[in-house]
């Protein structure tokens, strides 16, 4: 059985190796086209609150 910090460890091998691609969401998947989606959907989101002016948390607004 694998201990939680074991487990730890390989999960983040496996994202420095880029055998897993995550977002800034968590989402994971192995597939490159999915992280390349997952990570176009976050930036067209983020356009879109930007577009409205909404700020993320620790970004001073004017």
């Not at 977002?23 to 930007?50: C, F, V, Y």
């Amino acid at each position: 059985m694998t201990d939680p910090e074991q487990f730890r460890r390989q999960q983040e091998s496996a994202l420095e190796s880029g055998q897993v691609f995550q977002d800034a969401e968590g989402r994971r998947t192995a597939d490159p086209a999915a992280g390349e989606a997952n990570a176009g959907s976050e930036a067209d989101r983020n356009a879109e609150h930007l577009a409205r002016g909404e700020v993320g948390p620790g970004v001073p607004e004017d």
